[in-house]
């Protein structure tokens, strides 16, 4: 079995597309988010719906070629450390200065080409969403880049992520700590099948230019 090869779909693939898993001292499977525990491991496509498939169809044994228990929910474990992962980083984040909390510094840091990445809490309104997708779409028509947003954690975690109350919307800059911030995001947002929606403002964007051009 090729190190990288997805246990459920059988392709190869990058590591970032996939999660390790090992085997615990107990014979319990255990996920290697960070791909460094020891011992041998196997590969499945980072997402819940392969996860839990490869679970539910007994192919953590088969990949291991012994008795191995799964745990119960190992798609919400995954889906809990990847969490954790994301939010830790962006609690560095914030120490290193590299964040901007409330809608109105968001817009500004999206505006003027600070922004690295958007965030908005899963309670956020959609007028406040709205308003800050109106500057990255305003970013992108001026030629600047396109900075994607999710909606991932609560008001709760990124509050305490921050050190911050009812933190609704952040922006992480665009530095090195936002980088590091944005790997582990976006391996959150396609664990959970989820689609940043830079890819919907995108198509905006040129549904307008389109509109535009045929009304010359």
Partial sequence: MNDRTCIVT?????????IRFVVGPDSAVVPDIKRNLPGRGCWVTADRLHIE??????LFARAFKAQVTVPADLGGMVDGLLSRSALGMLGLARKAGAVVLGAAKVEGAVRDGQAFLVLHATEASDDGVRKISQARRATVHLGGPAILAYKLFPEAELSLALGG??????????QDAGQAVEKRVVALDRYRGGTPND????????DEDDA???ME
């Avoid at 498939?53 to 007994?58: G, I, Q, V």
């Fill in 10 to 18: 059988r392709r190869q693939a990058e590591a970032d597309e996939l």
């Fill in 53 to 58: 498939k490869a679970a539910a169809k007994n």
């Fill in 165 to 174: 109350t009812n933190v609704i919307h952040a922006a992480v800059l665009a």
């Fill in 199 to 206: 890819l919907a403002m995108l198509a905006a964007v040129a």
């Fill in 212 to 214: 535009a051009e045929d």
